[in-house]
């Protein structure tokens, strides 16, 4: 009786859970602004900040937008595309690097 009751009004979450989710994202992001604070440069720097934005991203669609209580099906949904989208860029990032190559190789020979 009280399943039947609490899947017609809806489930509800303890306020903890947020609170504790916003504290999460409040020490990511104070992590984030340390990168720029501590002058890091280079890959280490982008990797942070990539690293620190998808960790909250992640809790953000997960609890915020209530996917971690989603069906299977609606999670794939959504996830599978971005993460598609990642490996066409990384397949392309070593098809560019092939390309530069040939370019430079077969250039250089006409010009000489």
């Known amino acids: 009786m009280a399943h039947a009751a609490a899947s017609a009004e809806g489930q ?9 989710v916003w504290g999460w994202l409040f020490v990511l ?15 280490l720097r982008w990797f942070l900040i990539l690293l ?10 997960a609890f915020f937008m209530h996917m971690a209580w989603e069906r299977l099906a609606l999670i794939y949904a959504i996830l599978i595309p971005p ?5 066409f860029v990384g397949i392309m990032v070593f098809e560019s690097d092939y390309t530069l190559f040939m370019r430079e190789t077969f250039f250089r020979l006409g010009q000489g």
Not at 52 to 61: E, Q, S, W
Not at 83 to 87: C, E, F, I, Q
Request: aromatic share 16%.
């Open 52 to 61: 620190l934005m998808a960790l909250k991203a992640g809790l953000i669609v």
């Open 12 to 20: 509800q979450h303890p306020v903890k859970l947020y609170l504790v």
């Open 29 to 43: 992001s104070a992590f984030s602004y340390s990168v720029d604070y501590f002058h890091l440069q280079g890959y």
């Open 83 to 87: 993460v598609a989208v990642l490996v």
